[in-house]
């Protein structure tokens, strides 16, 4: 049964030495919280993770979607795109912003998800690799989990889900070569005829809908 449509408030996450807005959304009765680390050149704004987030809503996972770059940041790297590459800072902001999660009262206790898009599931993993008590699962939707590195895949605790375009065949490639690394529990969901943003119909739902049983199966048992 679809819940009722929560409420998302605008929060500001102190974490890696900067100051970052975010938009947190919480269900009645939560099973547990997902971080979105957004890809290259994106922010909490986009469009495809603001659809996979509210189809996690009505299955009663709560979500934070959050700026990895300060706005200063996000208009040098529209310059550069250097930043966006930058699998440190976005692993240390992410870092932070699962520590951030710990002191607010109405998601402390929560089992964490993390949902990483293009270079943001570098970044997720890099999180999971240092936070591997507080972080339940992980989903990478069309990611690059390469650019973790084969030493951070490897302390990967948290199950691990990785889905990609049938059709994005260079990405395909990567996820396999990231996933041999991976110790832990781990899949590769291939999405038939998708290319890289899932922009064919019905495909991005596939995605939320794989995102949201990962999430649900693993985010309980904690």
Same mark, same amino acid.
């Given at each position: 049964?679809?819940?009722?449509?929560?409420?998302?408030?605008?929060?500001?996450?102190?974490?890696g030495?900067?100051?970052?807005?975010?938009?947190?959304?919480?269900?009645?009765?939560?099973?547990?919280?997902?971080?979105?680390?957004?890809g290259?050149?994106?922010?909490?704004?986009?469009? =495809?993770?603001?659809?996979? /987030?509210?189809?996690?809503?009505? !299955? *009663?996972?709560?979500? +934070?979607?959050? $700026?990895?770059?300060? #706005?200063?940041?996000?208009?040098?790297?529209?310059?550069?795109r250097?930043?966006?590459?930058?699998?440190?800072?976005?692993?240390?902001?992410?870092?932070?912003?699962?520590?951030?999660?710990?002191?607010?009262?109405?998601?402390?206790?929560?089992?964490?998800?993390l949902?990483?898009?293009?270079?943001?599931?570098?970044?997720?993993?890099?999180?999971?690799?240092? =936070?591997?008590?507080?972080? /339940?699962?992980?989903?990478?939707? !069309? *990611?690059?989990p390469? +650019?973790?590195? $084969?030493?951070?895949? #490897?302390?990967?605790?948290?199950?691990?889900?990785?889905?990609?375009?049938?059709?994005?065949?260079?990405?395909?490639g990567?996820?396999?070569?990231?996933?041999?690394?991976?110790?832990?529990?781990?899949?590769?969901?291939?999405?038939?005829?998708?290319?890289?943003?899932?922009?064919?119909p019905?495909?991005?739902?596939?995605?939320?809908?794989?995102?949201?049983?990962?999430?649900?199966?693993?985010l309980?048992?904690?």
């Amino acid at each position: 049964m679809e819940r009722r449509k929560p409420h998302p408030a605008e929060v500001v996450i102190e974490a890696g030495g900067a100051v970052l807005e975010g938009t947190l959304t919480l269900p009645e009765k939560s099973n547990g919280i997902i971080v979105f680390a957004h890809g290259s050149g994106s922010s909490r704004f986009s469009s =495809r993770n603001r659809f996979v /987030a509210g189809y996690l809503n009505s !299955g *009663g996972l709560a979500t +934070l979607l959050f $700026d990895l770059l300060t #706005a200063e940041e996000q208009r040098i790297d529209e310059w550069t795109r250097e930043l966006r590459f930058d699998i440190d800072l976005l692993g240390r902001r992410l870092v932070g912003t699962v520590d951030w999660l710990q002191t607010r009262d109405e998601v402390a206790d929560m089992a964490v998800g993390l949902f990483g898009a293009s270079t943001g599931a570098a970044a997720a993993l890099r999180a999971a690799a240092e =936070r591997p008590q507080r972080i /339940a699962a992980v989903v990478s939707r !069309g *990611g690059r989990p390469d +650019l973790a590195g $084969d030493e951070a895949l #490897a302390r990967v605790k948290a199950p691990t889900l990785l889905i990609v375009g049938g059709e994005d065949r260079a990405v395909i490639g990567m996820n396999r070569a990231a996933a041999a690394h991976l110790r832990c529990e781990h899949s590769l969901e291939i999405v038939p005829g998708a290319t890289h943003l899932f922009e064919e119909p019905g495909a991005l739902e596939q995605v939320a809908r794989l995102a949201r049983q990962w999430f649900l199966r693993h985010l309980g048992s904690r």
